[in-house]
T-cell receptor, first 109, second 115 residues
Framework: GNSVTQMEGPVTLSEEAFLTINCTYT??????LFWYVQYPGEGLQLLLK?????DKGSNKGFEATYRKETTSFHLEKGSVQVSDSAVYFC????????FGTGTRLTVIP | EAGVAQSPRYKIIEKRQSVAFWCNPI?????LYWYQQILGQGPKLLIQ????????DSQLPKDRFSAERLKGVDSTLKIQPAKLEDSAVYLC?????????????FGNGTRLTVT
C-alpha cells in the first residue's frame, strides 16, 4: 500500500524564514501527490497537488515538485508568515488516502 | 459551492453510551470518507463509500462502529457502545471521484469526548 515518510516536527521558524518540509513516499504506480494543511481549530484543506512526475504544485506561496526519481514531494516556501502556522500533511493519492502524523509548523514574529 | 457539512460540532457522552454523527457531502461528490483524528495524530481512514457502496472499511472497528450511506448522499457514523479511547475528532470528507487525481474536501469535524 501507499505510505509516506514526512519530516517530523515540530518546526519553529522566524517570520520571513525559508521553509522546507521533506516528504518521501512509497506508492503503487504513480499516484497524484497532495499537501494538506490544518490550521489551528480548523478542518483539513487542500494546499496543493501534483498529478504526474515533474509537475509543480503551488498555492499561497508554497511549492512542491513531484520527483519520481527520488520519490519525493518536498514542500517549500521562500518567506513564511505567522499565519502559516499549522500542521502540514503529505499524502499520496489512492483510493484510501493515507495521512501520516503531519509536521507542525510554528512561525514566530 | 457549499462545503461538507457535519453535525454536531461537539459531543460529550459517557462510556458505554451511543452516539451518531451526520455528514452531508458536497453536491455531486460520489465518494465519501469518514476519518478519526486523535489529538496529536493524523487522520485515520475508517470507511470509504463510493455512492452507497462500501469501498474500504478495513480499519473500522466493526464490533462498535457502523456507518451507512443509504441513498448515496448523506452518511451517518455510529458508535455503540463508546469507549474512552474513542475520544477524537471525526472528520467527513468527500471527493468528486474516488480516484488518484481527486482531492478531498473536509468538513469541520465533530469533536467527541467520552468520559
Amino acid at each position: 500500500g501507499n505510505s509516506v515518510t514526512q519530516m517530523e516536527g515540530p518546526v519553529t521558524l522566524s517570520e520571513e524564514a525559508f521553509l522546507t518540509i521533506n516528504c518521501t513516499y512509497t506508492a503503487t504506480g504513480y499516484p497524484s501527490l497532495f499537501w494538506y494543511v490544518q490550521y489551528p481549530g480548523e478542518g483539513l484543506q487542500l494546499l496543493l497537488k501534483a498529478t504526474k512526475a515533474d509537475d509543480k504544485g503551488s498555492n499561497k506561496g508554497f511549492e512542491a515538485t513531484y520527483r519520481k526519481e527520488t520519490t519525493s514531494f518536498h514542500l517549500e516556501k521562500g518567506s513564511v508568515q505567522v499565519s502559516d502556522s499549522a500542521v502540514y500533511f503529505c499524502v499520496p493519492g489512492a483510493n484510501n488516502l493515507f495521512f501520516g502524523t503531519g509536521t507542525r509548523l510554528t512561525v514566530i514574529p | 459551492e457549499a462545503g461538507v457539512a457535519q453535525s454536531p460540532r461537539y459531543k460529550i457522552i459517557e462510556k458505554r453510551q451511543s452516539v451518531a454523527f451526520w455528514c452531508n457531502p458536497i453536491s455531486g461528490h460520489a465518494t465519501l470518507y469518514w476519518y478519526q483524528q486523535i489529538l496529536g495524530q493524523g487522520p485515520k481512514l475508517l470507511i470509504q463509500f463510493q455512492n452507497n457502496g462500501v469501498v474500504d472499511d478495513s480499519q473500522l472497528p466493526k464490533d462498535r462502529f457502523s456507518a451507512e450511506r443509504l441513498k448515496g448522499v448523506d452518511s451517518t457514523l455510529k458508535i455503540q457502545p463508546a469507549k474512552l479511547e474513542d475520544s477524537a475528532v471525526y472528520l467527513c470528507a468527500s471527493s468528486l471521484q474516488g480516484e488518484y487525481n481527486s482531492p478531498l474536501h473536509f468538513g469541520n469535524g465533530t469533536r467527541l469526548t467520552v468520559t
